[in-house]
T-cell receptor, first 112, second 113 residues
Framework: SQKIEQNSEALNIQEGKTATLTCNYT??????LQWYRQDPGRGPVFLLL?????KEKRKERLKVTFDTTLKQSLFHITASQPADSATYLC???????????FGKGTRLSVIA | DTAVSQTPKYLVTQMGNDKSIKCEQN?????MYWYKQDSKKFLKIMFS???????INETVPNRFSPKSPDKAHLNLHINSLELGDSAVYFC????????????FGSGTRLTVV
């Protein structure tokens, strides 16, 4: 069966450190993978998209890697801040015509 | 200047009732979606819809039906509400190719009593 697994339900890190979140998938051949942030009581907010032929994508303090051999994406937040505390969701789709399927998310807490 | 707006934000209703949740987007996107987020925060696709095609998640009961009066609106109608329908429902939209991020509404918290 198809699965998207974010291996940590919750992650606590110290302010200033790099947070690394993992997304693994099975029985998908995603054309692209996306990461979202969700705050309590709000809808998910799009952060980054990485395509199957891309290894790495950066945006400010965020970095995403995509390894289609390992079937894994890593999401990094460098110099983390308490304001980065939120739930982070990975999502993927096999093609541009199929809806995104989401992982269950990792709740990140950055401690000052 | 809200991009994707849903109404109502909260909805409390009794079992057996019929209710609708409205969604509107002003982004000019061709594709709209409904997702359900349960108590464990798991976000599940219910429907995706553009002018040409409705994709229904096969696990969605047929008591749920999307209705699109035009490209900017995708409403969710629910018949004969059950306790298990209690969840947060999110509307989202995206450009047609799908290789862009989705824009989500702020959600409708449905409570069935």
């Amino acid at each position: 069966s198809q699965k998207i697994e974010q291996n940590s339900e919750a992650l606590n890190i110290q302010e200033g450190k790099t947070a690394t979140l993992t997304c693994n998938y099975t029985n998908y051949s995603p054309a692209y993978l996306q990461w979202y942030r969700q705050d309590p009581g709000r809808g998910p907010v799009f952060l980054l998209l990485i395509r199957e032929n891309e290894k790495e994508k950066r945006k400010e303090r965020l970095k995403v890697t995509f390894d289609t051999t390992l079937k894994q994406s890593l999401f990094h937040i460098t110099a983390s801040q308490p304001a980065d505390s939120a739930t982070y969701l990975c999502a993927l789709a096999n093609s541009g015509n199929t809806p995104l399927v989401f992982g269950k998310g990792t709740r990140l807490s950055v401690i000052a | 200047d809200t991009a994707v707006s849903q109404t109502p934000k909260y909805l409390v209703t009794q079992m057996g009732n019929d209710k609708s949740i409205k969604c509107e987007q002003n982004l000019g996107h061709d594709t709209m979606y409904w997702y359900k987020q349960d108590s464990k925060k798991f976000l599940k696709i219910m429907f995706s819809y553009n002018n040409k095609e409705l994709i229904i998640n096969e696990t969605v009961p047929n008591r749920f039906s999307p209705k699109s009066p035009d490209k900017a609106h995708l409403n969710l109608h629910i018949n004969s509400l059950e306790l298990g329908d209690s969840a947060v429902y999110f509307c989202a939209s995206s450009p047609p190719t799908g290789e862009y991020g989705y824009t989500f509404g702020s959600g409708t918290r449905l409570t069935v009593v």
